[in-house]
């Protein structure tokens, strides 16, 4: 698997063990299964589709990728009603209005040159996915569809010829094709399926929640002022946490979160007090505030304790 193809693409790894320490110098600690199929996606040229929970470092994926290579990152937030205006481009009315007045008060009266004019590349208003066709001297850009499942089917399909030919067709203008196709990383929550029409042009991974002694590397290289022992009790704790019923789990994003807010309030350890006063930083539901009650709380900070002396 890590050997590479004879004409690997220009600037990306040439093996899933330089895909790790990749991902790794720019602080993103992701497991062997995740490093290969970013791998494989970088090699074939192929857009990556990673599904997981909110806040698993999905996105993250995607900037990293930017940085690391040195490719300028181009992202479409996605959300409910997204269109081609929004996502690919739109014409810029106001200027098109100005110009045909400016060409008519000069005499002109060319009415196919005056449309001919106006529907040129100066009046093109330029939204992600043409900008990510664009030639770039850095090399092709990182482009980031995010949050995919909260569009619609229809946006899905205005996808597909992008995903297929990498190319875009503007009605006055013609098709536009990317000289080399970009990076795409495509994220989605599952809060709907997305087609299989889309998924096969991808290469799809499920980015999961880490297990604690990963979780503690990705503390340890984002959070490297949280003292060790801190480190461990709050990673084991939102461990335990993601055990519990609760209507949304703290993702990583969350743990990062909570480790800098612990800093900030200079803690050294765990306690039930501290623990209540922080929740906020880790859910973002009342219903899983409530159910970590005084009671709950020293519960699992007493259970973290016992954990962390067997493991002493």
Not at 25 to 53: H, I, M, N, Q
Not at 252 to 281: M, N, R, S, Y
């Amino acid at each position: 698997m890590d050997r590479a193809p004879s004409h690997p693409p220009a600037g990306v790894p040439a093996s899933i063990d330089e895909t790790l320490a990749l991902l790794r110098g720019a602080d993103y600690v992701a497991d062997r299964s995740l490093a290969t199929v970013v791998f494989l996606s970088l090699r074939l040229g192929r857009p990556l589709f990673l599904e997981g929970e909110a806040g698993v470092g999905k996105t993250e994926i995607a900037k990293v990728l930017s940085a690391a290579l040195g490719r300028r990152l181009i992202r479409l937030q996605c959300y409910e009603g997204l269109d081609a205006a929004a996502a690919v481009y739109e014409w810029n009315y106001a200027r098109q209005m100005m110009a045909i007045r400016l060409a008519e008060a000069g005499g002109a009266h060319d009415r196919a040159q005056i449309e001919s004019d106006i529907f040129s590349r100066r009046f093109l208003v330029e939204r992600p996915l043409l900008k990510a066709l664009e030639p770039y001297a850095e090399g092709p850009p990182v482009l980031l569809i995010d949050e995919l499942d909260r569009t619609d089917e229809a946006f899905e399909a205005f996808l597909l010829e992008i995903l297929s030919d990498f190319q875009i067709t503007i009605p006055e203008l013609g098709a536009i094709k990317a000289d080399r196709p970009p990076i795409v990383v495509i994220t989605s929550n599952r809060t709907r399926e997305v087609h299989d029409a889309l998924k096969r042009r991808c290469l799809y991974h499920w980015v999961d929640y880490p297990d604690a002694a990963r979780e503690m590397e990705i503390v340890r290289a984002r959070a490297p002022h949280a003292p060790q022992k801190l480190t461990q009790a709050l990673v084991l704790f939102v461990q335990k946490l993601r055990k519990l019923d609760l209507f949304k789990s703290p993702g990583v994003a969350e743990t990062l979160d909570w480790a800098a807010a612990l800093v900030e309030l200079d803690a050294v350890a765990l306690d039930p007090a501290l623990v209540t006063d922080t929740l906020g930083v880790l859910l973002k539901y009342q219903d899983d505030i409530a159910r970590i009650d005084a009671a709950k709380a020293k519960e699992l900070v007493d259970e973290v304790a016992a954990d962390m002396r067997a493991q002493a």
